[in-house]
């Protein structure tokens, strides 16, 4: 039955359930408590209330067409611009003067863009794209850290109809090319570098060792980001952006109008084999989707500060910092730094000082503040939180108390999210305004969003039971394809349970899960190749695959482990070809390769070298056990190795490494 990862998960006890304090149910959005039964009984047409939070060139008349699933239509008929939507309409409605974004840099500077000056900015890069050649439809890849550029950027391409592709720019020059090159992606966004605690990073020499390695030709564009601090040569086809700009000053470029089908970007993850998917988000329905779960989950009001610490080079980013908030005219805070730096209060002193609103970080955050403990929390002001919330792993009932006390002074509800770069946006968790929250599980599933956890042949488990969370009907949020083709996202994501054709599409997550009697989903970690290492998604097969590119590697094998804390870490386990010894030399060099392929988020923390991996009878190696062992649990089932003597011998290797 259900396997997952060694994503060390305790299922702790839930915490007893809390209800909202009625001062927040007073404000919030979304009260109904209706609401729920109300989606269900107008289903699809529930979600014209999503459709509605936006503003459409060629109303909708269709809501959902399922004609061809599991590619399902949303809001078919509509013609939009996401653009349009994240700020000509709110200049329109009398708020040009109203902050949009409020960008706090590494060094303490910060940067205040209002709804008016965002849209000079987004026109004149847009007019700088055209002028590059860029036409609707071709793909833009942006390869920035958190500098305003960067949204400026995404809203940009959104208004001359390019998908964006955005690369965390924290992964490698090799990981880069892999993503230009699988999206056939003409046009580069970079800068100089960027400051790291201090000091500056090089990003351009990576973004220009990727473009070594490119069939096609590439337009670059370079934000200088730190000037004399890092002196760059713009070479052939590379242009600055300033001077770009600079050229459009003033200027204004007509939203172009998009179908709602119509791709506003893609993002690429980590799947199931080696390659990275690019998973695509459609323009009406995303858009609605990340508005609407803005509005109901997280409460957001156009006067609000909002604030996610996500890195906008992820799916959290891209529908929490930017169109989500955008798309309601609310205020957006954009960090470009680390919770640590200048000291372990700067979160805290930012939330202070720009009376923020709705704070949204990941559990990885939360259990380091709580392990710096409370004096940095307490030497600032943090009253002006109204809701707090949680995404990306599991927040075990101990940091939601600490979060909830702590951050939330006891007064703020917490919203534990679960969802993934192809949901789009939130699918399982509290209304902050309807539900108790049950610290440890992540909630309910949202109105009409249809999660099941289920057992191999597609049936429900009971309560309590382990299975693979899926979704069974769509929502306006959901990916629509793969980039890299229809038939890959079927297989990826897509099962039916029975021959007949009508049967329905089921969409499994990756992830095991647990319900309760109530009905609220306790995440229990990914059942595929695929870790969370502090809220980066990792493919294990792509990191073998680096590994197996090193001299002297023989096979190997990548699991998530937990060595006790409540952490996961990479593992990887290697043998090696006859005639090369296993040693730091090879440990070291086999860390860089995965460092180079992927970036430093992949690092192997162990490289445990043994002289055959475990095996089963069919030859296939046994990550499970892999896993047992590198969390140091009891070990499963192993009648079926092949080679039982070798455990005693990677066990005995992992606990020395
Ligand atoms: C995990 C991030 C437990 C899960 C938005 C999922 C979570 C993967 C939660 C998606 C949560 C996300 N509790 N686990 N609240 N939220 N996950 O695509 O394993 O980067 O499949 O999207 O993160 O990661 P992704």
């Not at 059942?527 to 695959?545: F, P, Q, Y």
């Amino acid at each position: 039955m259900v396997d997952r990862n060694g994503q060390g998960r305790d299922v702790s006890p839930s915490g007893s359930p809390t209800r909202p304090p009625s001062s927040f149910v007073e404000q919030a959005n979304v009260t109904d408590e209706g609401i729920y039964e109300t989606f269900e009984d107008e289903w699809p047409e529930c979600w014209d209330r999503a459709g509605s939070l936006l503003e459409w060139d060629q109303e909708y008349e269709t809501i959902l067409d399922d004609s061809d699933a599991p590619f399902y239509r949303w809001f078919p008929d509509g013609k939009l611009n996401a653009s349009y939507n994240c700020l000509d309409r709110h200049l329109e409605a009398g708020r040009k003067n109203h902050a949009a974004i409020w960008w706090e840099g590494k060094r303490g500077e910060s940067e205040t863009y209002t709804y008016r000056e965002l849209f000079v900015a987004v026109n004149e890069f847009a007019a700088a794209l055209r002028e590059l050649g860029v036409e609707e439809d071709d793909v833009v890849t942006i390869y920035l850290p958190m500098i305003p550029e960067l949204p400026v950027a995404m809203l940009s391409c959104a208004r001359i109809g390019a998908p964006h592709s955005v690369v965390f720019a924290g992964l490698s020059a090799d990981a880069l090319a892999t993503r230009m090159e699988a999206a056939d992606s003409e046009y580069l966004l970079t800068c100089d570098g960027y400051y790291r605690r201090g000091d500056a990073f090089n990003q351009k020499s990576k973004a220009d060792n990727a473009l070594l390695s490119l069939s096609q030709d590439v337009s670059t564009v370079v934000v200088d980001r730190l000037g004399e601090d890092l002196p760059h040569v713009l070479g052939e086809n590379q242009y600055d952006y300033d001077d770009l700009t600079a050229a459009h000053e003033g200027e204004t470029v007509e939203p172009v109008t998009r179908d709602a089908e119509d791709m506003l970007f893609l993002m690429y993850t980590s799947g199931t084999t080696g390659e990275p998917k690019g998973v695509v988000h459609s323009t009406g329905g995303y858009l609605s989707y990340a508005a609407w779960t803005s509005h109901a989950v997280l409460d957001i009001k156009p006067d609000d500060t909002h604030w996610c610490s996500a890195d906008i080079g992820w799916i959290t980013g891209h529908s929490y910092i930017v169109y989500g908030p955008l798309a309601l005219g609310t205020t957006t805070v954009m960090y470009e730094g680390t919770p640590d730096y200048p000291d372990r209060d700067r979160l805290w002193e930012i939330v202070d000082r720009n009376a923020v609103d709705v704070f949204y970080t990941a559990p990885t955050a939360i259990q380091a503040f709580m392990k710096w403990g409370t004096e940095y929390p307490d030497r600032h002001d943090l009253t002006s939180l109204r809701l707090l919330g949680s995404v990306g792993e599991p927040l075990s009932p101990r940091p939601w108390r600490w979060y909830h006390e702590h951050i939330g002074g006891g007064e703020c509800p917490i919203v534990d999210t679960w969802w993934q770069t192809e949901t789009g946006g939130i699918a399982i968790t509290t209304l902050p305004g309807v539900s108790e929250m049950k610290p440890g599980a992540a909630g309910p599933p949202l109105p009409s969003i249809d999660a099941r956890v289920v057992d191999d042949d597609g049936a429900a488990v009971g309560p309590g039971e382990d299975g693979y969370l899926t979704i069974q009907t769509p929502w306006p949020g959901m990916a629509t394809t793969l980039y890299d083709g229809d038939d890959e996202f079927v297989e990826e994501y897509w099962r039916q349970f029975s021959e007949s054709e009508d049967d329905e599409w089921v969409y499994f997550s990756g992830d095991a899960a647990q319900v309760d009697e109530d009905g609220y989903v306790t995440i229990l970690g990914r059942v595929d190749d695929v870790i969370n290492v502090a809220g980066h998604r990792l493919s294990t097969m792509e990191i073998e695959s680096a590994i197996l590119d090193v001299d002297g590697v023989a096979e190997a094998a990548v699991v998530g482990g937990t060595s006790g804390a409540n952490r996961t870490d990479v593992y990887a386990y290697v043998s090696t070809e006859n005639d090369y010894e296993p040693g730091d030399a090879l440990s070291r060099t086999i860390v860089s390769t995965v460092e180079a392929a992927i970036g430093p988020i992949a690092r192997p923390e162990e490289v445990i070298f043994t002289s055959e991996l475990p095996k089963t009878r069919s030859g296939k190696i046994m990550r499970r056990l892999l896993e047992d062992i590198a969390s140091g649990d009891e070990l499963g089932d192993t009648s079926a190795l092949r080679n039982p003597e070798i455990v005693g011998e990677i066990q005995a290797a992992t606990r020395t490494e």
